[in-house]
Structures are given as structure tokens and as C-alpha cells.
């Protein structure tokens, strides 16, 4: 079956620490994205890439990093100087993106705590 | 600024008793509206992409529209298992670039 998988489902962060959210696509897409999903606000953009080693901020990227290795891969780092983590994140995928006519599939997310 | 509001933010429905949830937008070039549905814990399930003012697209029990400045989705005799957030969001340029802009979501509860 193709699709996005993101993993794990449930995070834990320590303060002070550095985590990673996994985000694999089979889909052949070159788009990739990560959002944040508050409650009572809309999904806010953190990253994407259009295509292999090349990725922009979106609105929200600082505490963020990520890095686009693999055409299937685009992990997402949550790093110390994020101070509000807690949310849930979710990683999108796309034909391509910039042809003005693609449509964003979404993985099932990752839900991030801080302890 | 490119805005999407969706309305009411919450819905309450009796099994059967047909309804809409509107979308409307703010964008300075719209290059397409998307309709998803979210499930609790979930990630959104991607439901219709509208084009362009006029178009209409039929899923089951659901229909969206679009006009030049709202969209609606309308949900015909709805079931308990339609229950759950619906979610808009529209294509549009941003500094330069495309991106999707989402609003808040209508929570959709249908009642046996």
C-alpha cells in the first residue's frame, strides 16, 4: 500500500533536549511537508521541500530543523530552543509542489509531550 | 493578508437532517480550495479539490462548492460516522511561493 507513515506516534521530551519525528512517503511525491496543529487554530507550516537536499522555512521554523537526504525521507528535528513543543505534527506529501494544482496527502501524525 | 475562516466552529446534527459548513476566503490569487476530514487523533483524509468558481464534486453524502470568494460543503441525511472535523484550505502565493493556507475547522457531531 503506499501512503506516509510518521513515527513514533507518541513522543516524550525532556527540557533540554533534541528530538527527531520520523516521516517516510512510497508515494514517488517530491513534495514533502511538516505542520503543527494546535488546538483551536488552523494546521501551521514549519518546513517543506520540493525536491532532494533543498528545503525552505514555512511560518513558523524557528526551534526547527530538517533535512531532505532521501527522495522518501524528511525527518524533523525539534530542537532545545523550542520552547512551546507540545502539539501535534504532521507531515504531508505532494506530486509536486509549485505546479499550483497539487493536493497535500497527510500522514496519521505524531503527537509530541513535554515531561 | 490571505485568511480562511470556516463557520459555525461547531455543528450539532440529528442522523438525517441535511447541513453546510462554509469556508470563505481572503486570497490574493487562489490556486485551488481543499476539503479534508480529520478524525480525533488522526491525521486529515483529503476529501475535494475545487478549481475554480462554479465547480462542484460529489463524494457520498458530501458536496462541496465554490464560489469566488466561500466554498461550501453540504452533508446530505449525515450518519454518525460522518462525525468528526472538517477541515478547509486554499492554494495560494505567499512571499513568493505556494502554500496552504488552512483554517480552523468545523467539529461536525451527528447524533443518533
Known amino acids: 500500500d503506499g501512503g506516509i507513515t510518521q513515527s513514533p506516534k507518541y513522543l516524550f521530551r525532556k527540557e533540554g533536549q533534541n528530538v527527531t519525528l520520523s516521516c517516510e512517503q512510497n508515494l514517488n511525491h517530491d513534495a514533502m511537508y511538516w505542520y503543527r496543529q494546535d488546538p483551536g487554530q488552523g494546521l501551521r507550516l514549519i518546513y517543506y521541500?520540493?525536491?532532494?537536499?533543498?528545503?525552505q522555512k514555512g511560518d513558523i521554523a524557528e526551534g526547527y530543523s530538517v533535512s531532505r537526504e532521501k527522495k522518501e525521507s524528511f525527518p524533523l528535528t525539534v530542537t532545545s530552543a523550542q520552547k512551546n513543543p507540545t502539539a501535534f505534527y504532521l507531515c504531508?506529501?505532494?506530486?509536486?509542489?509549485?505546479?499550483?494544482?497539487?493536493?497535500?496527502?497527510f500522514g496519521p501524525g505524531t503527537r509530541l509531550l513535554v515531561l | 493578508e490571505d485568511q480562511v475562516t470556516q463557520s459555525p466552529e461547531a455543528l450539532r446534527l440529528q442522523e438525517g437532517e441535511s447541513s453546510s459548513l462554509n469556508c470563505s476566503y481572503t486570497v490574493s490569487g487562489l490556486r485551488g480550495l481543499f476539503w479534508y476530514r480529520q478524525d480525533p487523533g488522526k491525521g486529515p483524509e483529503f476529501l475535494f479539490t475545487l478549481y475554480s468558481a462554479g465547480e462542484e464534486k460529489e463524494k457520498e453524502r458530501l458536496k462541496a462548492t465554490l464560489t469566488k470568494k466561500e466554498s461550501f460543503l453540504h452533508i446530505t441525511a449525515p450518519k454518525p460516522e460522518d462525525s468528526a472535523t472538517y477541515l478547509c484550505a486554499v492554494q495560494a502565493i505567499q512571499g513568493g511561493s505556494e502554500k496552504l493556507v488552512f483554517g480552523k475547522g468545523t467539529k461536525l457531531t451527528v447524533n443518533p
Open positions: 521541500s520540493q525536491i532532494v537536499n533543498d528545503f
Open positions: 504531508a506529501s505532494s506530486i509536486m509542489a509549485g505546479s499550483g494544482r497539487e493536493t497535500q496527502y
